[in-house]
């Protein structure tokens, strides 16, 4: 399942997966958006209900080159020990995943 209510500042976006025996929730609010510079929000994601980490993440864009450099910061906290030591290389793999898709994506379809 997913939503989202419109690319907006204070606008939602939510999803859940379920993988295996578990169901994992995210929730974002859009908190600062700057066309074509930067886009600041926060979100909780949960498992089979139970909040277990809170984010705030920046993604900022800056023109370079002909082209566009983008600098992603991200702030998480988890809860109760979720995933223990992993949790910060979890995270990063997670994210690094995503900006893989998002480069692949822009390969394909180029701006212009």
């Given at each position: ?33 700057v066309p074509d510079s930067r886009i600041v929000y926060t979100y909780e994601t949960y ?66």
């Amino acid at each position: 399942m997913c939503s989202s209510d419109l690319f907006r500042v204070g606008g939602r976006e939510f999803f859940t997966d379920v993988s295996g025996d578990a169901t994992f929730g995210y929730d974002a609010r859009f908190c600062d958006i700057v066309p074509d510079s930067r886009i600041v929000y926060t979100y909780e994601t949960y498992a089979d209900s139970k909040l277990f980490a809170v984010s705030v993440a920046t993604v900022e864009l800056i023109a370079s080159d002909g082209g566009t450099r983008l600098i992603w910061t991200e702030q998480g906290v988890w809860l109760d020990g979720y995933y223990g030591a992993e949790a910060g290389a979890l995270r990063k793999a997670a994210t690094d995943d995503m900006l893989d898709g998002l480069g692949l994506c822009l390969r394909r379809h180029p701006a212009g």
